[in-house]
Structure formats: C-alpha cells, structure tokens
C-alpha cells in the first residue's frame, strides 16, 4: 500500500505591514506544496505562534516592533530546532545575511523581488538548504558555514543579545521603567545596559542610539 502523499508545508509569516504580509501570502498560497497557516504582526508574536502550532517553516521580517526578525528566529532556533527560518527585508545588506544565518536561518529574501524569488527560497529552507540570494557569494557562505560547524572563528557581535533588546526598546521611544517591565528586570538594570550600550557603541544620547539602532536594522526609520 502506497504512503500518503504529505500536505503542504505549514507556513507562519511575520511582518508589520499588513499589505506585505498581504502579498507575501498571495505568492505563498498560490503554491500547491506550500500553506500560510499563521500570521504575526512582530517578534514576539511570532514566537508564541510557532510555540502553539505545528510548523514546518517561520518566514520572519528582519525590522519589527517589540521584537526583530532575527531576536525572533534566534529564540526560535533555541525553542524548535526542526522548524525552518527564512529573512524577508528590504535592505540588500551582506551583513544581515551573515546575522540571519547565524540566528539559524536559512538565508533572506529582498523583498522587492519576493515574488521572483520567494518560492524557491521557501522551498530550499525546507530541504534544508541555505538560500542564496542574488549577488552573494557563494563561496563566503561556504566559508562561513565550514567555520561555523569546525567551531573556526566567526566575527563576534558588538553587542550582547540583551543589550540588542534594551537598544532596540530605548530606540523605540519606551522609558526604563517600560523596558523593565516588558524584559522583567530592573529599570536600574536597564540603566546599567543603556549606559553599556553608550560606552561600547562610543554613543552619547538616546537620539545617536536610536540613529544606530536604525543603521544595523534593529528599527525602521
């Protein structure tokens, strides 16, 4: 007796704009093999549908309030390592490339060319594979996943996962006492990273903060 063919693969698309998400969805569902299931309007919103659901692929916009795309497939990699990662941004930027594979996605997708290029990125994340978009190396991405699985040397973050959070909540406009609540700390301890942040940034103010929160994608000017 033959096996059942399987159904499509189960989607959960994140983005704060909903005629983009709108769009991508359109593209997606249009696909015999793919299904957009769930839909989140920023970070943390994604994660606690990718917790709830049964998934098979998380499609995650870099800049997005409350959390990023990529604090958000980071906490995902950690939480559910079988579930498939993939960027969507609007910034042709070899760095965000890098960060997204080492936030344990896929690769990204420019979405100016989302409906070039989407389906196929979808369905390389799925097999497993790390999608490569136009202009990019293929032999750095090499490089990067060989020293990435020999334990090789990788350029360090600037900054610490929790000091990207409290940068990108302070570049949001959102007071310590705020940010202490949505993070369950102190606001005395988000003073102490603010004031990290300044000294290891070589910034003086929230106004230059926020200038380089939107500089590295955190926020969207």
């Not at 040397?153 to 959070?165: D, H, V």
């Not at 990273?193 to 070589?202: M, P, T, V």
Request: proline share 5%; charged share 30%.
């Amino acid at each position: 007796m033959s096996q059942p063919e399987a159904g499509p693969a189960r989607i959960l698309l994140a983005d704060d704009h909903t005629l983009v998400r709108r769009g991508v969805r359109l593209i997606l569902d249009a696909e015999p093999d793919l299904s957009v299931v769930a839909e989140a309007a920023d970070g943390a919103e994604a994660v606690v549908q990718a917790r709830a659901l049964d998934l098979d692929l998380a499609v995650l916009d870099i800049a997005m309030p409350r959390q990023t795309g990529l604090q958000a497939a980071r906490e995902l990699a950690r939480l559910r390592p079988g579930l498939r990662i993939l960027m969507l941004t609007m910034y042709d930027n070899e760095q965000y490339f890098f960060e997204a594979l080492r936030a344990g996605a896929s690769g990204y997708v420019l979405k100016s060319v989302a409906d070039r290029d989407l389906v196929e990125a979808c369905r390389a994340a799925l097999r497993d594979e790390p999608f490569i978009y136009p202009g990019a190396e293929t032999t750095l991405i090499r490089t990067y996943l060989d020293r990435a699985r020999t334990g090789g040397p990788i350029p360090e973050r600037a900054i610490t996962e929790r000091e990207e959070e409290i940068l990108k909540l302070v570049a949001e406009g959102h007071s310590s006492k705020e940010i202490g609540d949505l993070l369950v700390i102190s606001p005395k301890t988000v003073e102490r990273h603010r004031a990290n942040l300044l000294q290891k940034l070589g910034l003086r103010d929230r106004l230059e903060l926020t200038r380089y929160a939107i500089r590295v994608g955190l926020i969207e000017p």
